[in-house]
């Protein structure tokens, strides 16, 4: 019944803009932190925002601050994060992720995962 499903990846250029969302079931948008992670090709599963259950706190990591922007509507029941001045460095599958605890900056505290959407950002 728990489900998170991702939309909004696409084949983009350097510098463009993007909005992915992540429609949740009721009870993990009104219960669960929520976030998302990215894995590009050869590399491990990585953090990238996280938000807090009322979204009054919010987390990046080192590489996006400053250009993305994650938020969520509750009454929605939907997760966005907005991602600006994209690079290639970017291009990866995004996960869109929630979790019981009070943060969620590391895989290890993920407890359900969407089923990603790619990115994809070109030189």
């Known amino acids: 019944q728990v489900q998170l499903v991702e939309s909004g990846g696409a084949l983009v250029q350097a510098g463009d803009s993007l909005r992915l969302s992540c429609a949740a079931s009721?009870?993990?948008?009104?219960?669960?932190?929520m976030g998302w992670f990215r894995q590009g090709p050869g590399k491990e599963r990585e953090f990238v925002a996280a938000?807090?259950?009322?979204?009054?706190?919010?987390d990046y990591a080192d590489s996006v601050k400053g250009r993305f922007t994650i938020s969520r509507d509750n009454a929605k029941n939907t997760m966005y994060l907005q991602m600006n001045s994209l690079k290639p460095e970017d291009t990866a599958v995004y996960y869109c992720?929630?979790?019981?605890?009070?943060?969620?900056?590391?895989?290890?505290?993920?407890?359900?995962w969407g089923q990603g959407t790619q990115v994809t950002v070109s030189s």
């Open positions: 992720a929630a979790g019981r605890g009070i943060k969620l900056t590391s895989s290890s505290m993920v407890n359900y």
């Open positions: 009721a009870l993990i948008s009104s219960n669960y932190v």
């Open positions: 938000i807090s259950r009322r979204g009054g706190n919010t």
